[in-house]
Structures are given as C-alpha cells and as structure tokens.
C-alpha cells in the first residue's frame, strides 16, 4: 500500500484543528505516560502503523518500559498495570470500539472510581483524538518509520 497524499498538508487548517485538540489532550493534566499508552491501545485496536511507530518512541522516550509496551495488547492478563491505567485502557477500548461496546455501563464505573469527572471527560477527548488521528493516518497511508521523538524522561516526584 503506497502512500495517498499528505493530510496535513492538503489540510493545513484541519491539521491546526487536530494539533490544538492534541495539545489540549497532553496537557490535560493526565499522566503523560498514561496517555501514551492510551495512545498505544487505540492505535493497536486501529492498525496504524504511523501511529503505533510514533506513540512508542514517545513513551520510551518518557521512561515507559519495553516490557509494558509489548504486553499492551495482552494487559489485561498481566500484572504490569496499575488500576488507574488499566480503567484507562479499558475505557480506551470501549470509546474506540463505540460501535460494538456501546461504552458499557459496568466500564463506565469502573473507570469513574478511578478518575474525577474533569480527568473522565479530559482521558474521553485524548481517546477521540487519536481516534482521529489514526483515521487520517489509515485513510491516507501515512508511513510510519521516520518520526523521532523530542519528549524528554519524566522527572522523578520527590
């Protein structure tokens, strides 16, 4: 599959749109690990190769382990997430499956005994920004291989 054109460029109002609701999602207040695995979830579920090249870079790049990548798709049979990520992902899979889930009323409440209503609503805008973004991504065949990451380790909390 050959690349189709560049959206981003085809659309440099579009893709401000898109760059905005991106920055609004990273600095949302929500872990920035946790995001990027959000990232990581929905891109798998997805198939975008852009997005899962891009989105792994950027969580080892802030310290996420190797091991925790690799076992994402399997996360739920594993013990390397905490209850706040794993609410996380489960709530990722049923936004970016909202046509087969419904976001199912048990889900909801379980991901809200880990989130505020603000950090729900917030986790709920970065699902369906990279929802869209994978969509641009497949729809055009963006191809995956040259990003590079610019993030920087997290600090350690004192």
């Given at each position: 599959?050959?690349?189709?054109?560049?959206?981003?460029?085809?659309?440099?109002?579009?893709?401000?749109?898109?760059?905005?609701?991106?920055?609004?999602?990273?600095?949302?207040?929500?872990?920035?690990?946790?995001?990027?695995?959000?990232?990581?979830?929905?891109?798998?579920?997805?198939?975008?190769?852009?997005?899962?090249?891009?989105?792994?870079?950027?969580?080892?790049?802030?310290?996420?382990?190797?091991?925790?990548?690799?076992?994402?798709?399997?996360?739920?049979?594993?013990?390397?997430?905490?209850?706040?990520?794993?609410a996380a992902l489960e709530w990722t899979e049923a936004i970016t499956l909202v046509s087969e889930t419904h976001a199912p009323e048990d889900v909801y409440e379980r991901v809200a005994k880990q989130f505020s209503a603000e950090e729900l609503a917030n986790l709920t805008v970065a699902i369906v920004t990279i929802n869209g973004w994978n969509r641009l991504c497949i729809g055009f065949r963006v191809v995956p291989g040259a990003y590079q990451s610019n993030l920087q380790p997290l600090k350690a909390s004192a």
């Open positions: 599959m050959g690349h189709r054109l560049n959206p981003f460029t085809a659309s440099a109002k579009g893709y401000q749109a898109m760059a905005a609701l991106q920055t609004f999602a990273d600095s949302c207040g929500l872990e920035r690990t946790l995001l990027e695995l959000v990232k990581m979830r929905a891109s798998q579920i997805n198939g975008c190769a852009y997005c899962l090249d891009m989105h792994s870079k950027d969580a080892r790049a802030l310290g996420e382990t190797e091991q925790r990548l690799y076992a994402l798709n399997a996360w739920q049979e594993t013990p390397f997430y905490s209850e706040r990520e794993r």
